[in-house]
Structures are given as structure tokens and as C-alpha cells.
């Protein structure tokens, strides 16, 4: 049977129209509303901003307008905010780890590296630092410095790089601040280092189109990346980014500018210097690809009275985690430190791993070398070391030691380990070619003392 009355609909498709269409209207008022107090109070701040130099590097001068961005900037030198791993580890990385002096043999970082330190820092340490010397370029002070910028516009980039780092010493004076990130007019995040905007556009990647969860990354990848100071005279800032951001592609681009850090003293193999590919490493982690910035976490949104400001205090995030996590997991406190720590935990053991076998594979070709192996006989076994610890040194001095992309972080220093593998089989079988037959001995390296003392003579003869 058929229901002979047609169902009337419960509203009139007239009103149901209309009524879907005001709701669209009242959502598309209320989200321009918000987008509109937004850029209000963008205009506002701009509008009662005392103004600026074009290049005012000087934080003094920015903290009269934005006093809640300046006085969290400058609580940053409190020492209060260090990172959890910290608790277990020396600030001197070559303390920590001595064997890294072996590995860096004939280059500046045998003499020094440490922990990083708050922004505030950055001129005092970059200046106090010993591995600092008459062959240091000018472009050092591109990431140490918020003078940089106003120095390169005032004396042109090429005038810029092709100076060495004292002579912009009595001028780079004030430290990371507002100027390596902000417009000074208009407030916006930019990009103001031009190494940074060439690798992006060099990549077919426009920077003046970014959005702005985009720039919440990129202002830190202007310093927080690898990099190179590309033609012997010219020293200029680049990014090998062309082929891609892993440390394969880097290798590749490496090949391809015919670039080389260093001729290692015991191995004779030319090396190349990973810096701190955070930004790249990163890439590959779970909070990038959803989207997540470098500022999520270590600028995370607070509330000071009535105002929401973004903190400039740039704590490492785990002694900030209720700020830079739990605003998207409901973990506990302790669970967040966990998921830190335990990253962090493993990428230490096999990172220890690679070093020692890494220290071994140097020392064996340097043995074969000495008893007699020429350096086309070595040329394999040499290719094969580079790239191992170019591997291993990508993970080794990026920040956060594993935890912004642990997976990848793994991979790479698996890859460094089978590289350096295949290098000491290939030299163990040199050196039985040569009746040398027995294992060399690895010296006492376990202090930074005895390890400086162990390269010096190889440091020297290769002067
Ligand atoms: C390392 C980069 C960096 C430095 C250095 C920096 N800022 Fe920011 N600043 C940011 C980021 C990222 C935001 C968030 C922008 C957004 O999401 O719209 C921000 C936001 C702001 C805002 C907007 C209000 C807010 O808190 O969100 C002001 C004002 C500001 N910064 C002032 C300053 C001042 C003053 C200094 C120097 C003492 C400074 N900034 C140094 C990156 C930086
Ligand atoms: C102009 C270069 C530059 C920019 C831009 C920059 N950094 Fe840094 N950052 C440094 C240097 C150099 C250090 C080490 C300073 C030192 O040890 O004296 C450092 C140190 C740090 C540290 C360690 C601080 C600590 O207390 O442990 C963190 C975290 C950090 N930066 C995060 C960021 C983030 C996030 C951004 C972007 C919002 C950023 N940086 C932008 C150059 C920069
Ligand atoms: C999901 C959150 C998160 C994101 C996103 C993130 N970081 Fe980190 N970062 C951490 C944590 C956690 C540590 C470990 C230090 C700690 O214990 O707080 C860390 C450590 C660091 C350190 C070293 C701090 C120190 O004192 O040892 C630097 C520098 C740094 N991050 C820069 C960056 C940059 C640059 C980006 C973006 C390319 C970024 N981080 C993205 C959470 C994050
Ligand atoms: C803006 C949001 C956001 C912030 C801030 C954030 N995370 Fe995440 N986190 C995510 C998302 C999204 C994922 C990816 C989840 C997935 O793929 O299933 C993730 C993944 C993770 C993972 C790996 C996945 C898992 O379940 O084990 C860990 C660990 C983690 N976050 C820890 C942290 C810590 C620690 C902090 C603070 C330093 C933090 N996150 C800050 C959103 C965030």
C-alpha cells in the first residue's frame, strides 16, 4: 500500500535555503571578524610602535614598543631553563665525548665545541670560542649576530662575506634578537638572511610566498641549518640544498661544487663538517610533517595578564611543557619527558657506536698509508670514511640529539655504520695484502687531555 498524502517536509525547502544560507553568512562574519581583529591588532602594534631604523639591530630600541617580547628575550639568560638531557651530560661536548678530537683531527671543532646556550649568548660565546683563528671569515657573524643584516645592506653582500671575522668585531655587537626575525616596520616575520631566500628560490621555492606556519620555521632555518662558505675568496654563505636535504643529497652537492672542509691528518681522507641541520633533520619527524614549526614548540603561545603574546624566552621545551606540549597531548608530565628522553636515549647508543668504529676506520688507513699503501690504492677506502662520518656528524651535531626526527635519525646513523663497515673490510684487506695482519691498537682517548695530545703530532706534520 502507498501513502496516498505526499509527506510534507518538516520546513519549507524555501526556508531551509535561507536559513542554510544566513548560518553561511553568520560563520563567514564571525571567521573575517576574528581573521579582522587579527590584522587590527597587527595595525594597532605597527600604530603605536615607536619607529625604527630600517635596520635596527639593537634590541633596546624595539623594546620600548614591545616591552612582553624584550624582557622574555632577555630572561633567556637565566640558566634556569636547561635542557633534560643536560642532567646527565657535561657542557663540553669534548669532555664528554673525547673521541670527537680524532674525528675532527685538523679542523677548528677538535680545539672546542659545546653545548649551544640561549641567543642572548650568541656574541659573547662566537667571540670566546677557540676555535676562532686568523683564517675565520666574516661570514661567521651571518648567524651570530643581529648586525648582521644592517652590515651586509650597509657594505654589500660580496664586501660582506670577503672580509675575515675581525674586522666586523667592533660592530657586531649586539646578539640574536628582533632584527634576524621581524620587519622592522611592518612587524611581519621575514627572512633576512640572503643565503637562506637563494636556497629556497635556487630549490624553485618562492620565499616572499610563504605562508606564515612556513616562516615560523624558515626564521629559524636561517641559521639553524647546514651550510658552507662557498669559493676560497669569496667565502660566500651557501646551503647545499640543491639536491635535496638528507645527508645523501648533501653528499651530492658536495660532489658537485667540488667542495672539501678539510684533509683529515691520520686517514688522509677529505672531510666534510656537518654544521646544525636542524631544520633539515627535522624535516623528516613526525610534528613537520603535520605541519608543526620550529615556534609551535619552542615558541609556544602563553597568556601574560590580558594579552596572548608568543614566548620569547625560547627554553628548551622540556622545561616548558606544559606551554610547548600539552597544548596537543594530554600526557602527563612525565610521559612528555619520557617521549624526549627516550629518542634521545637511543640515538646516544648508536651514535656512540658509529664514533668508535668511525675513530678505528681512520686509524687502519692511516696504518696502511704509513706502511706503504699509495693513495690511488686508498681512494676507495677513503670515499667510503668520508661519507660515514658525514653521515654520523649529521646526527651528531644537529640539536635535540635524535628527538626531532628519531626514525630518520636512526637510519642515517645506520647507514654511517654500514659505510664505515664496508670501509674497514675493504682496508683490513689492504693492509693483509701488505702482511700487516694484526689489529691497530686504538690509544687511550679517554679524556679531552689525552685525546688533543693523541692528533697533535699528526695535526703538525700536516702543516
Ligand atoms: C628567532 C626569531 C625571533 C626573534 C629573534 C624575535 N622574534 Fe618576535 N616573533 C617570532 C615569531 C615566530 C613570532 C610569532 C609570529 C606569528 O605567529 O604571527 C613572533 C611574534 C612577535 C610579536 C607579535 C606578538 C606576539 O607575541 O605574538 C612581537 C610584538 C614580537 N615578536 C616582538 C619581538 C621583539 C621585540 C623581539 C626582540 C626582543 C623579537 N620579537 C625577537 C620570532 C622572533
Ligand atoms: C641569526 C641566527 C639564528 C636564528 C635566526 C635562530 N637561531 Fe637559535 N641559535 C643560534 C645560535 C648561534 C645559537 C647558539 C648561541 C650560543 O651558544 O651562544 C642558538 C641557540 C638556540 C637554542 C639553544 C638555547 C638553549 O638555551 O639551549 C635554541 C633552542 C634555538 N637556538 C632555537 C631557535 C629557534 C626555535 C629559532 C627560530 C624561532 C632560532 N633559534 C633562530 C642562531 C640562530
Ligand atoms: C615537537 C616540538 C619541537 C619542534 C617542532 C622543534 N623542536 Fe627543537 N627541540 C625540541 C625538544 C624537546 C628538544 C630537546 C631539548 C629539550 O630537552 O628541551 C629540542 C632541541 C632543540 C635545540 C637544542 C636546544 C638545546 O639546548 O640543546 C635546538 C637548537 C632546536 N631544538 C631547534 C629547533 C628548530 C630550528 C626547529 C624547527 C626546524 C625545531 N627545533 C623544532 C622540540 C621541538
Ligand atoms: C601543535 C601541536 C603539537 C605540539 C605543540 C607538540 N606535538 Fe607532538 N605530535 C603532534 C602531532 C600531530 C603528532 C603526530 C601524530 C601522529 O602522526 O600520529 C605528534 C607526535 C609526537 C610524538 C610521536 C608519536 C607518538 O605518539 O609517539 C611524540 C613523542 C611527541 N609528539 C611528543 C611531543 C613533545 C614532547 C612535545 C613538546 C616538546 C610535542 N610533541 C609538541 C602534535 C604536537
Redesign the pocket.
Known sequence: MTDPTPRRPLLPGWLVLTLALLLALGLGILASSINQRRVEARLVRVQFMQPLEAEEASPERWSRSFPRQSLAWQSSRDPAGA???LYEQVRDFLVERPRLAVLWAGFPFARAWK??RSHVHSVEDVVGTPRIDEETPAACWACKSSDAPRLMTRDGLEAFYAQDFEHHKSEATNPIACLDCHDPQTMELRISRPALKEALQRQGRDPEKASLQEKR?LV??QC?VEYYFKGKKENRLTHPWDEGLTPEAFEESYARAGHVDWIHPISGARMLKMQHP??EL?QKGP??RAG???A???MPYITEGSARVTDHSMR????NLLA?CQVCHLWSEAELLDS?LQPQLATRQVREQAEKVLVAAHLEIGDAARHGATDAELEEVRDLLTRAQLSWDYVASA???G??APEEALRILGRSLDLAGQCRERTREIRATMGRREPVPIPDLSTKAKAQAFIKPYEEAAR
Open positions: 635542557p633534560a638531557f653545548w649551544p620555521s629559524c632555518a639553524h636542524d631544520y627535522s610534528h613537520a608543526i614549526s620550529c609551535d614548540c619552542h628548551p621545551p622540556s622545561r610547548a624526549i640539536n635535540s640529539h628527538f626531532h
